[in-house]
């Protein structure tokens, strides 16, 4: 089975921290995700990868950025936390052609911004 | 970018009724449409998929219709179980190769009452 680990289940920071939150799979995935959820508004996506040092923005990159140095670890950093970024967020892996493959979910780290 | 619309928000059914849950997507060059169940406490499961050449999917208890023409897809679970239970996503992809993204719908929250 596929598994997708994010390190931490929650997380409490203060306003201005820089925060960091990590995922790594096991399947030799070449994408990578960040989604945060929010009541409402479903799973909107932050930022992806498809190769390592590669990145994109998704829907949603502004307070964020990325970094993937290793294939199976893609890092979401939020510069300078703020309490609009308090939310659930999703990191998922796929193989290359997302065209028809599935993407795989982590169990999501759920953030508060103090 | 791909718009994804779901409904209904929310579903609630006796326990061994059908349960119906619908979506409509924009793109018409989309050709890959995951179902994920979200439990309480995790991250979205995939439970079904449909590619664009299948008009019709079934696995046991569940399953998924795709009508390209009208660019909408439905998801069937027959004889529903209180572990039925979920928020449920639908998903379709849009982009270009090597950078293929999912739009999820909102999602439907899905009770089941003994």
């Known amino acids: 089975d596929v598994k997708v680990t994010q390190s931490s289940r929650y997380l409490v920071k203060r306003t201005g921290e820089k925060v960091f939150l990590e995922c790594v799979q096991d399947m030799d995935h070449e994408n990578m995700f960040w989604y945060r959820q929010d009541p409402g508004l479903g799973l909107r996506l932050i930022y992806f990868?498809?190769?390592?040092?590669?990145?994109e923005k998704g829907d949603i990159p502004e307070g964020y950025s990325v970094s993937r140095e290793k294939k199976e670890r893609f890092s979401l950093i939020l510069e300078s936390a703020s309490t609009n970024q308090t939310s659930m967020y999703l990191c998922?892996?796929?193989?290359?052609?997302?065209?028809?493959?599935?993407?795989?979910f982590g169990d999501g780290t759920r953030l508060s911004i103090l | 970018g791909e718009n994804v619309e779901q409904h209904p928000s929310t579903l609630s059914v006796q326990e061994g009724d059908s349960a119906v849950i619908k979506c409509t997507y924009s793109d018409s060059a989309s050709n890959y449409f995951p179902w994920y169940k979200q439990e309480l406490g995790k991250g979205p499961q995939l439970i079904i998929d449909i590619r664009s050449n299948v008009g019709e999917k079934k696995d046991q208890r569940i399953a998924v219709t795709l009508n390209k023409t009208a660019k909408h897809f439905s998801l069937h679970i027959t004889e529903t179980q209180p572990e039925d239970s979920a928020v449920y996503f639908c998903?379709?992809?849009?982009?270009?190769?090597?950078?293929?993204?999912?739009?999820f719908g909102k999602g439907t929250k899905l009770s089941v009452i003994p």
């Open positions: 990868s498809y190769d390592v040092k590669m990145k």
């Open positions: 998903a379709a992809t849009f982009g270009r190769a090597g950078s293929y993204q999912l739009t």
């Open positions: 998922a892996s796929s193989f290359w052609d997302v065209s028809n493959q599935p993407q795989h």
